[in-house]
């Protein structure tokens, strides 16, 4: 099956800082969807933004991922850490299995 | 309000009780899944249905059971619950697979003692 990896754990910024949360994938799918869903205290998972397209950009709500299949990474980034990014974040792809493989969450915490 | 419902929000019981967790959505989706979310935040699937049609069983204990009546509803029956299952199961629907925007419920949070 699909596997991930993201990067581990806690992430601690302070406001205004570069984000760059790492995410690798391996799957057999040549063709894979790559998303990256965020998930705030007390809250369900929605989704953030997703990829298709090799080597293209993928923006939304001020983050920003580029899927490059070559190197299987789909890492998030945003150039400015707000408070309100505080939250766990899943990166997944999903493939001809049917099904989102979730990574196991970084946890972004920001703070002034 | 179009929306993904769970009931209940929240449900303590003990081991070897029967528990059941309802999933409605009202945004025309024709795919739903069930996914538990452990006390690490660990976010697996379990089923998923799609028009009423089982497309994902992903290797749970048998003592968890789907059930679909209808592609805007899909309940989790648990029989003889064990401590492990302590968790949130959160249900999500989108329209269509592959690269379809999941949108999830609220969650139910089983608590076993």
């Known amino acids: 099956g699909d596997s991930v990896t993201q990067t581990e754990g806690l992430v601690t910024l302070t406001e205004g800082l570069p984000v760059m949360l790492n995410c690798t994938y391996q799957t057999i799918y040549s063709n894979p969807f790559l998303f990256w869903y965020v998930q705030h205290l007390n809250e369900s998972p929605r989704l953030l933004l997703k990829s298709f397209t090799d080597n293209k950009r993928t923006e939304h709500q001020g983050f920003h991922a580029t899927l490059h299949k070559s190197s299987s990474s789909f890492h998030l980034q945003k150039s400015s850490a707000q408070l309100s990014d505080s939250a766990l974040y899943y990166c997944?792809?999903?493939?001809?299995?049917?099904?989102?493989?979730f990574g196991k969450g970084t946890v972004l915490l920001v703070s002034p | 309000e179009t929306a993904v419902f769970q009931t209940p929000n929240y449900h303590v019981t003990q081991v070897g009780n029967e528990v059941s967790f309802n999933c409605k959505q009202t945004l025309g989706h024709d795919t739903m899944y069930w996914y538990k979310q452990d006390s690490k935040k660990l976010l697996k699937i379990m089923f998923s249905y799609n028009n009423k049609q089982l497309i994902v069983n992903e290797t749970v204990p048998r003592r968890f059971s789907p059930q679909s009546s209808d592609k805007a509803h899909l309940n989790l029956r648990i029989k003889s619950v064990e401590p492990e299952d302590s968790a949130v199961y959160l249900c999500a629907s989108s329209y269509g697979q592959g690269g379809a925007e999941q949108f999830f419920g609220p969650g139910t949070r089983l608590t076993v003692l």
């Open positions: 997944a792809p999903h493939s001809g299995y049917n099904k989102l493989t």
